[in-house]
């Protein structure tokens, strides 16, 4: 039976506009494959009737909430509909950012000091209580989202009179905000397909740090593949960005982020839903090996279960 498969895009998170141009590059590149493949948007078209509509694949190229957290993932399961990327759980795990970090760090992952904080809880108490719960993180301080991507509602916070504000900004997005101590280095990332781990990339931005705008807004952000790092170096991560991805029980395709400082990896975040444009980041780790955007996109699909 010739395959008939569901891109999925868009969707209603934060990160609408982002999933829209990876899912048209997927759905594109699938196209010109020769595969039977149709864009759906969840904001117009029921996912529930995927099944009746004859698909048997589906492509999940949404990002955010309600596209990689496990929601869509737990539907197309009860659909028995094969699609790709991480199952339900490992698609829950990896948005949520401190429990992700709490499994990393409970078997010896490298992880930065952080705490999370409820928005209920944080209305109840005063400002100088979370002060004093913060203290042993020092500044300067990572405020963001704990369950947004694209580095939505993130702030870099250098003083105390700046971090309501920063909390404010996040609490819009998400009713709990992870506060992290900021580690000063640079940024790295590793894809994983399967258990073939790509070589990693050096993100070089001049901002404080790789934020919205350094990823979508600002052409200065330099992505460098072969990362540059040397040899004991390139294994180091990739065996951490491995452990990582496994930990959380991720499959299909997925990327491990870091943070190099004085020396040592820590990892921040894992994504189960990366961005798949020519210009996203997996796409040019797979360039480094040999793979097309094409051959890239058909073997995420072949990895659909």
Not at 69 to 81: C, M, N, P, T, V
Not at 172 to 185: A, M, N, P, R
Not at 236 to 244: F, Y
Request: proline share 4%; charged share 20%.
């Amino acid at each position: 039976m010739i395959d008939k498969v569901a891109v999925l895009l868009g969707g209603n998170s934060y990160e609408r506009e982002i999933s829209l141009e990876s899912g048209n590059a997927v759905l594109s590149s699938l196209l010109a494959s020769g595969i039977n493949a149709h864009g759906i948007d969840p904001n117009y078209v029921s996912i529930i009737n995927l099944k009746k509509q004859k698909f048997t694949k589906v492509f999940i190229a949404l990002h955010g909430q309600g596209g990689e957290d496990g929601s869509i993932q737990g539907l197309l399961e009860f659909l028995k509909l094969p699609y790709t990327g991480s199952r339900i759980m490992a698609s829950s795990l990896s948005m949520d950012k401190w429990r992700s970090k709490m499994i990393w760090k409970a078997i010896g992952l490298p992880v930065a000091p952080c705490i999370i904080i409820n928005q209920q809880k944080y209305t109840q108490e005063n400002f100088i209580t979370l002060l004093k719960k913060i203290s042993f993180l020092g500044f300067p301080l990572i405020v963001k989202p704990n369950r947004q991507g694209s580095s939505i509602g993130i702030s870099y916070v250098n003083k105390k009179n700046s971090l309501k504000v920063a909390l404010n900004k996040a609490f819009s997005y998400d009713d709990h905000v992870l506060i992290e101590k900021f580690l000063s280095g640079q940024e790295y990332t590793v894809t994983i397909l399967e258990n073939k781990i790509f070589p990693s990339i050096y993100i070089k931005t001049t901002r404080e740090l790789y934020d919205y705008p350094a990823k979508y807004l600002l052409k200065n952000t330099q992505y460098l593949c072969p990362s540059l790092l040397n040899k004991k170096e390139e294994n180091k991560i990739k065996m951490l960005a491995l452990r990582a991805y496994l930990a959380l029980d991720c499959c299909g395709c997925g990327r491990i982020d870091f943070i190099q400082n004085n020396g040592n990896f820590y990892l921040l975040e894992a994504n189960t839903s990366p961005g798949m444009t020519k210009h996203s980041l997996v796409p040019i780790a797979a360039n480094q090996i040999g793979l097309t955007f094409s051959q890239l996109v058909m073997k995420i699909l072949l990895l659909a279960k």
